[in-house]
């Protein structure tokens, strides 16, 4: 239902079958929360996060759209997440499955003034969804909507931030071996070592061609975090740590230990849209017990 949140901001919960819930405020088309059916907050947003426009929420779910991070024309990855969304009343039909009943449709136009700093028509569709099993669900559509004929291109991220015990208990699992670009280093390309990836210090990592399937285990919790994404090739791994914490105002000195971001990205291919294509992107997280977990 629609709700209002922190500072009257409004902001629409979803109560899934068996008490998992979620919440997106229409500011940034953000999502905020996520709770397992025992009320847990999955999710990581910081006790100091600004609530107040242009400032994007810290934490939750930021979208990053159309850039992510700072190498381009934008500002820091894109608009998407400072802008006012709408509850899109006709969407086209989402192909869903009946037991999606928790979900809200969102949709993102440009105004006149957007299109002084991104000169392109689109609409930018975001579902929320809770699945039966309280898994989390985002689906964006990006249509082009360009009556001048052009194409336009885009980087893209769902900037996910988890809700982690102690990030030097955090293992994930499924970037082993492969190619990333280190943010710490000009960009500079990589290849990741063998084994599952621990932390002991600031990480800012653009892994490339990536599994769907990437698995963030909290030993402490004995829980396992599944992200599996589609259309999204690139998985960016971020964690603050002490130093940058401290630098940031809408953060707290020592949150860095309890959260990690990792999220589903198209940055090093950006995504090219001629008029009328539609480009999906899609994000699933669950959070199942790890016990189950080990090797799947
Ligand atoms: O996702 C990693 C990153 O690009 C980092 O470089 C850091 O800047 C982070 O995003 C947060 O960016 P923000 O603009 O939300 O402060």
Known sequence: ELAKGVNGLDK??????RGSSAEVYLYGGHVTSWKNDHGEELLFVSSKAIFKPPKAIRGGIPICFPQFGSHGTLEQHGFARNKLWSIDTDPPPFPTNSSNKAFVDLILKPSEEDAKI??????FRLRVALGPGGDLMLTSRIRNTN??????????????????SDIS??????LETLDYLDNLQEQERFTEQGDAITFESEVDKIYLSTPSKIAIIDHEKKRTF???KDGLPDAVVWNPWDKKAKAMADFGDDEYKHMLCIEAAAVEKPITLKPGEEWKGRLELS??????????
Do not use: I, M, N
């Open 287 to 296: 959070a199942v017990p790890s016990s189950y977990c080990s090797g799947q």
């Open 12 to 17: 629409v919960v979803l109560r899934g079958a």
């Open 169 to 174: 208990e955090v293992r994930v699992e499924g």
């Open 147 to 164: 009556s001048d004929g052009k194409a336009f291109s885009y980087t893209f991220a769902y900037h996910t931030y988890f809700s982690v």
């Open 226 to 228: 599944v992200l599996r």
């Open 118 to 123: 991104w000169p392109h028509s689109y609409e």
